[in-house]
């Protein structure tokens, strides 16, 4: 009987500390990425892509490598430190379709952009990216975004699912 208790009162407490998927990638990868993207830190950055990732530019209608991409990231995020640019970036969700070790997730991001005149500039892009966890850490394999046209506003960024 004791030992029945055990195994009951074990599960219970590994249910409750083991995370789905969805928490694992909102911790390891989205976490991170907003604070990385926010801050300029182009390694920490690109650390959470796999090094054969493959980075889709949409409207530029280019595909990059991790080097090419690292580079542009890069290149980029000394312009904004130069020019003491600051950014807040959000994201939420349309679709979240997990497995224990593959994702496919999109969305819609929001970048608020604060130049250093002091003048504001939002931008909305949809996302895709296809994510594997290997050696338990999740990577973006896949990542390919568009500004839609510049069709998308505040409702639609808004209509889409917040991180929980």
Known sequence: MRFLITCILSGILFSATAQTPQQEINQQVWKTFIKAYNSFDTELFMSLYSNDVIRIPRDDKKILSFAEYKKTINRENQFNKNYNIKALLEVRFTERVHTPTTAYETG???????????????????FMVVLRKVNGQWKIYVDADSAEGDR?????????????
Do not use: H
């Open 152 to 164: 998308l506003k505040e409702k639609d960024f808004l209509a889409a699912k917040p991180m929980e």
């Open 108 to 126: 819609i991001y929001k970048i608020d952009l604060v130049e250093n005149t002091g003048k504001k500039v939002t931008v909305y892009n949809t």
